[in-house]
Every structure is written in structure tokens, then in C-alpha cells.
């Protein structure tokens, strides 16, 4: 059977920065991820890796680091795909 991944749309992403209270997401590769749990682990920073939350991190990540292998890192913390804002959840 097919996981039935959740759509995340560019609403749904945007308030997700790790701030006021709110997780910390960010789309690599067409894939969302909650990042909250790896923050306090990033060997760049907090406030480095937060640059890339809310939004599509996948050229700044690639930009920086492209050797490190964030679907393996982050593989139990996949939120779901990112899709447009018309291919989104009802
Ligand atoms: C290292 C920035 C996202 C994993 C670093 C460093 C910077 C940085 C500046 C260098 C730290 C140093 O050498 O002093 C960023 C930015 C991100 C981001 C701006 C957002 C787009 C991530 C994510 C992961 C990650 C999502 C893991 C899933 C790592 C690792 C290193 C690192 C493993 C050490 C790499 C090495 O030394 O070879 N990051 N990072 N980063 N970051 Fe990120």
C-alpha cells in the first residue's frame, strides 16, 4: 500500500520558522521535514540552520553543504511532500 504522504503547501510552511512557539520545517529536495529535534545538534548553529526554516532550504543547503546526507539524517522527521498551494489538502 502507498503512504499516504502529507501535502504541505506554502501556507501551511510558512509560519513553521522555529519561532513563536512554532515547530521548525523546511523543505530539502521536494520533501517537508521537521527539523525541531536536530536543532540543538546542528554543527552550524541554531540560528544558521533556522535560515532554511519556514521555506525551500535545498539551494542554501546545497550551497553550504551539499556532502551531508539530510534524508538519511532526517528520515524520522519527514512532515510529508511540498506541493502548490492548489495541490494541497482540502
Ligand atoms: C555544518 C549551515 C541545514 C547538517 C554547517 C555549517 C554551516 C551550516 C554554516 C558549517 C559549520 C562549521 O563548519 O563551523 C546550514 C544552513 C542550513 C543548514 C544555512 C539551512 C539551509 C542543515 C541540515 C542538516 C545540516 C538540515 C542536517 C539534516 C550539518 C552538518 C554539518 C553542518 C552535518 C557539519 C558538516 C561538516 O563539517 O562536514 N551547516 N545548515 N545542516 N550542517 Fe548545516
Do not use: Q
Amino acid at each position: 500500500k502507498e503512504t499516504p504522504y502529507l501535502r504541505v503547501t506554502p501556507s501551511m510552511l510558512k509560519n513553521m520558522t522555529g519561532r513563536k512557539g512554532k515547530d521548525a520545517w523546511m523543505v530539502l529536495g521536494g520533501r517537508v521535514y521537521n527539523i525541531t529535534p536536530y536543532i540543538p545538534f546542528h554543527p552550524g548553529g541554531e540560528p544558521e540552520l533556522l535560515k532554511g526554516a519556514g521555506r525551500d532550504g535545498t539551494k542554501l543547503f546545497g550551497e553550504i553543504h551539499p556532502w551531508v546526507n539530510y534524508e538519511g539524517m532526517l528520515a524520522a522527521c519527514l512532515v510529508g511532500i511540498y506541493v502548490s498551494e492548489e495541490d494541497g489538502e482540502a
